[in-house]
């Protein structure tokens, strides 16, 4: 009785360090009519483990990012924006009109990337100077281009810029704008969105805006922008968004069915 009670309690030991050390192991008490009571056996539990997210930081974009900034936007921007997929406006559609449009942003000296230990981009947020007549110029951009999809783009874009008239409501000139936020597909629910957002607001405040803006044409990002305490000054249905014959421009998918400009004040004018 005393060897058979030992050896209970030295196997009841060996399950219990397989538990502490390793979580994925079940100790139960072996069934079987034919052999002495007290016996155990270890099983595997089936049990999906994920990797810790890798760590990533955010930075200014410098002037030797800008090819591999173009190259994140083609894979990330083109193919994942609500507005631009609804217009097809792919990368094989970015022409260099576009694309150099885009580029602009980073002469401003003011956007951000998230970046992983090995310097691999997950993120970004283009920001740029918006000033009051940034809309005219799309006009301008709209009736120049040929290309279709394009135009009606920059159509919608002027008309984003302009209708809210933000530098009227907040009485300044030039308003920080968080031009185009994106984050990589596969490093997406990593919170990068959200804290280059915030990090945006901050370098805005630093730089001495009074103002900051987000023209959101997801959902997603509309959320991102309230969840950083900006608030939503304008928006329009896409339905709304009508050419000549009265039929919607462009119809993104759900959830993304609104346009949404926000805004913050940074500091009193």
């Known amino acids: 009785m005393f060897r058979k009670t030992k050896i209970f309690r030295n196997n009841l030991s060996v399950a219990a360090n397989f538990l502490k050390t390793c979580s994925p192991y079940l100790v139960h008490a072996e069934r079987n009519k034919e052999r002495t009571r007290g ?3 270890v099983s595997v539990l089936k049990q999906k483990f994920h990797q810790a997210p890798r760590p990533f930081s955010i930075r200014l974009a410098k002037a030797q990012d800008e090819m591999h900034i173009m190259s994140f936007i083609r894979k990330n921007f083109f193919n994942e924006e609500p507005l631009l997929r609804s217009l097809n406006v792919t990368s ?4 260099p009109c576009l694309e150099a449009y885009l580029f ?9 990337i998230a970046v992983e230990p090995d310097n691999r981009i997950v993120g970004i947020a283009l920001n740029q100077r918006n000033c009051e007549w940034e809309g005219d110029l799309l006009r301008e951009r709209a ?3 040929q290309c279709d999809p394009l135009r009606k783009l920059y159509y919608i874009w002027s008309i984003v810029s302009k209708e809210p008239r933000l530098h009227r409501k907040f009485n300044t000139s030039c308003i920080f704008e968080i031009a185009i936020l994106a984050t990589a597909r596969e490093a997406q629910r990593r919170g990068i969105g959200y804290q280059l957002t ?4 901050h370098l ?3 730089m001495g805006f009074q103002v900051a803006r987000m023209d959101c044409t997801s959902e997603y990002s509309s959320r991102l922008a309230q969840r950083a305490g900006m608030e939503c000054m304008w928006s329009v249905p896409y339905k709304h968004l009508v050419d000549s014959t009265k039929k919607p421009v462009v119809q993104p998918e759900v959830p993304h069915t609104h346009i ?3 805004a913050i004040q940074l500091r009193k004018a």
């Open 204 to 206: 805005a405040r630093d």
């Open 260 to 262: 949404r400009v926000h």
């Open 92 to 95: 094989a559609v970015a022409n």
């Open 198 to 201: 915030v990090r945006s607001l």
């Open 143 to 145: 009736d120049r281009v």
């Open 39 to 41: 016996m155990f056996t």
């Open 104 to 112: 602009d942003h980073l002469k401003d000296g003011c956007s951000l």
